[in-house]
């Protein structure tokens, strides 16, 4: 998300005259896009700033420094405080002020800028592409389709960093896809903190065509309705994606495991391109600390998603999000989470060490557990969850799949690399001729959460 958005913010100064320096020693401009999900990022993106000031701003006081994004938004004015050397702090809703503000500042006309409003339709000004950035861009693209999440779930900083929910309009989406279609993207990843709440609450998508429920059929109860007969929003977004002509692949992230519906099971069923990944953050395996967090679902909901997305779609690739050591969290209630983790057999998860946020709820919570037991929690559980990860890696070995080519390695040119539709990185020995192909490859090993493939034994 944050990747997307710098992305657009740098498009829109490539489009106002700005150029790409290649390295921050020779930038003008230094925008650092933050996150503040983790008091870890919030640190990092001080000390990369403090950094900057020593260094970069030392030599050459004309440059210009500014903060984007979501600690931008929680911090305002007090970053400057902090940080004297900052000239910009930008919050998540005015990304696109990003390059009048400079001009204000370079020009003289204002000497620091502090903007954290809110402000109307902001939703929709995340749409500028820098497709031609470098290599891999041109194949994939992500689309912000949404800004914000209401869900409230008590340990996390979003919505006060986000704001609410508000959605695009499914015409303006489809336009921006079919223009990156139209520039040789093949994949594109929907984007925004809830998507499976896409459409249903405010922003320009509310009062267009997006009908949150089609009209229910008039049939006696005893008749199987099939589920795609009610589609979400989202749902309904999917299908009008999947109409493009060109497009390939879609993908996105990130889902909310109450949004999962029997629609959107039904939707990887139906779609074709709607590839066979998804991810599923679960945060816990216990019931009473999910409820504690606010989630919205209880474990056997949960494990009842898998269960279906499994049955629509065998080799579908799952991974998923995991907070350990939230507040009250007992040694019972980790296993729990460490008996989930071994039941659904996650193909890789995202392992979060409880971290303190300001203004959410759970921060305040009795029984906050120690750093060191969330250290040990947090190695236990990384240790089973790459433990089976491995194991699924392995179980690749000699099967054939379609990756889509994005380019060549950033660590060997020599090779290039392309994702199966699961989500799985494949390198192989390619060159300038298999870019933006699909292909078939056959995995002959695998490294860590990489597999290997030979593209000669299937495409010759
Ligand atoms: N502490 C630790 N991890 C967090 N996440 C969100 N808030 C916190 C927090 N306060 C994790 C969740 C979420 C991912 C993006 O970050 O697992 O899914």
Redesign the pocket.
Known sequence: MNERDSEAVAAQLVAKGYTLAPSEKNADVILLNTCS??DFAEKKAIGKMQNLAADVRKNRPEVVLGFLGCMAQSRGRELIDKLPDVDLVLGTQKFHRAAECLDEIITGAREKIVDVAEEENSEATIREHLLNGSAKTSVSAFVSIMQGCNQR?T????PFTRGEERSRTIPDIVAECRELVSRGVKEITLLGQIVTSYGRRGGSGRGTKVESRAPAPLLPSTLDLRPSTIKSPFVQLLDAVHEIDGLERIRFT?PHPKGYGDDLIDAYARLPKLVESAHL?V?SGSDRVLKLMHRGYARKRFLGIIEKLRRAKPDIGITT???VGFPGETETDFEETLSLAREVEFDNA?I??????RD?P?AEMPDQVPQKVREDRNRRLLELVNGIAARKYDAFIGRQVQILVEGPSRKNPARYTGRTRCNRIVLFDGGARHQGRLMDVKITRTGSFTLYGDPAIMNL
């Open positions: 999900v983790r779930c340990f996390c900083i979003v990130s953050p945060q999000d995991i907070i995202y979060f060490k409880y971290s303190q946020r959410t759970a």
